[in-house]
C-alpha cells in the first residue's frame, strides 16, 4: 500500500517533529540557523531509526502505524521540551553551508536505478522493497522450511546476504538502520522515493563537514573541506549508490559537526 501525498507530507512532519524539539533542547547559544537544523536533523534520526525498528521487527511497518507513532513521539517531545529555550541566529554564513548541501544534493540528484542484483546493494533494495510492501523485516520462507525437513540447516548459516534462522526465519546479514530509511522511503514515494533516500543523506552531512572544519580550523577551511568532500569521486559515487556507506557518514559526522 502506497500513501498518498497528504499522508507522505504528514509521515515527513511527524518523523521531524521529535528531533525538532529535541534539537532545540541542546542547543547552545551563538547557534547559526544551518547548525540549528543540522542538529535537529541528526536528533530527528536518532529517534526515528529505533522507532522504525520496533514496527519493523513487528511486522507493524506501515502507513497507519508510522504515523501514530511518530505523532505520540512528537507529541511526548513537545510536552517534555516545549519550554525550552531556542537558540538560533542567522547569518550569511548559514546560506552558504546550506548552498554547499543543496549543491551536493543537485550532484547526486541522479540515483543509480539499482532493483534488484547480487552484492550488498541488492540485499538493501530487496530487503527495503520487502519491508515497504509487507512491513515485516524477518521473512519466513516455506520453501526452506520444506528444505529442512530433509537437509538440516545449521542454525546461523550465512547465504548471500542473509542468515537462516531455525527452519525458516530469514533475516538480512547488515545493519537494519539503511533497510529502513530506504523502506520509508519506498513507502512514501513507491520506487523513486526509496532511489532518493541515499542522495539525501549524502547531501547533509556535507553541512556537518563544514561545522567540523569550521571549529577545528576556521569557517575558510571548513567551507573548502566540505566543497572537497562534496566533489570527491566516492563521495559522488556511494551517494548515488544504494548502500550503507553515506547513511553511516551521516550518522557519525553529525556527533562531530553540530
Wanted: charged share 15%.
Amino acid at each position: 500500500m502506497r500513501t498518498t501525498l497528504i499522508e507522505a507530507v504528514v509521515i515527513l512532519v511527524l518523523v521531524y517533529f521529535p528531533g525538532h524539539f529535541l534539537g532545540a533542547g541542546l542547543a547552545r547559544k551563538g547557534d547559526g540557523l544551518a547548525e540549528s537544523l543540522l542538529l535537529r536533523l541528526a536528533c530527528c534520526t536518532a529517534v526515528a531509526t529505533p522507532v522504525l525498528l520496533v514496527l519493523a521487527l513487528l511486522g507493524s511497518f506501515e502507513i497507519a502505524f508510522v504515523l501514530i507513532s511518530f505523532g505520540v513521539c512528537a507529541g511526548l517531545a513537545w510536552l517534555i521540551l516545549r519550554k525550552r529555550e531556542r537558540y538560533m541566529q542567522a547569518g550569511w554564513w548559514d546560506l552558504v553551508v546550506l548552498g554547499v548541501v543543496a549543491g551536493g544534493l543537485a550532484l547526486y540528484a541522479h540515483p543509480a536505478e539499482y532493483v534488484l542484483k547480487d552484492r550488498d546493494p541488492g540485499v538493501y533494495t530487496t530487503v527495503a522493497a520487502k519491508l515497504a510492501r509487507t512491513g515485516e523485516l524477518i521473512s519466513y520462507d516455506p520453501l526452506v522450511a520444506a528444505v529442512s525437513s530433509f537437509h538440516s540447516l545449521e542454525y546461523g548459516t550465512k547465504h548471500p546476504g542473509f542468515y537462516i534462522l531455525g527452519e525458516d526465519m530469514i533475516a538480512p546479514q547488515f545493519f537494519p538502520g539503511p533497510f529502513l530509511w530506504m523502506g520509508l522511503g519506498d513507502l512514501i514515494g513507491g520506487e523513486w522515493g526509496f532511489f532518493y533516500v541515499v542522495p539525501v543523506f549524502g547531501a547533509i552531512p556535507l553541512g556537518s563537514a563544514f561545522m567540523l572544519g569550521e571549529e577545528l580550523f576556521g569557517r575558510c577551511a571548513g567551507l573548502v573541506g566540505a566543497a572537497l568532500l562534496a566533489v570527491g569521486y566516492t563521495q559522488v559515487w556511494w551517494s548515488r549508490y544504494p548502500s550503507s556507506e553515506v547513511i553511516t557518514q551521516f550518522l557519525s559526522l553529525p556527533g562531530y559537526g553540530p
